[in-house]
């Protein structure tokens, strides 16, 4: 059952680790952005949304560290998660799906960016 403590909690840490993220603060901001998908989770469910934008806020984080196949996975993560909670049209999706092939790229995989 969604809460508006969930909604709270979940928006507080998502939105501390994003800022935390522009700031180059690392460190901190991976601990806010692993306890929103937590609270996203345990909050609203394995398959709601919260927890593919989560996934996808993660993706950025490791991207942002150069840690690219751990973004890799976690887009991926995610995309299979806003498939299955929201229209796989939605445009969350697509910019996920641009975000993994961003990184493809910046991987040096131009083949595997193409497929996104």
Same mark, same amino acid.
């Given at each position: 059952?969604? +809460? ?13 680790? %994003?800022?935390?993220? %522009?700031?180059? %603060?690392?460190?901190?901001? %991976? $601990? ?18 919260? =927890?593919?934008?989560?996934? +996808? ?30 229209? +796989?049209? $939605?445009?969350? +999706? ?16 131009? =083949? ?5």
């Amino acid at each position: 059952p969604i +809460s508006n403590n969930s909604t709270k909690k979940w928006r507080l840490f998502s939105d501390k680790g %994003r800022e935390l993220c %522009r700031e180059q %603060r690392f460190d901190e901001a %991976r $601990h806010f952005l692993w306890s929103a998908l937590d609270e996203a989770r345990e909050g609203f469910g394995p398959t709601d949304s919260h =927890v593919g934008t989560s996934l +996808s806020n993660l993706g950025n984080f490791y991207r942002m560290r150069n840690e690219l196949p751990e973004a890799i996975v976690l887009y991926k993560e995610s995309i299979a998660n806003l498939d299955k909670s929201m229209d +796989s049209d $939605h445009p969350a +999706s697509g910019i996920v799906l641009t975000d993994l092939g961003k990184t493809y790229l910046k991987a040096g995989d131009a =083949v595997e960016a193409q497929k996104y």
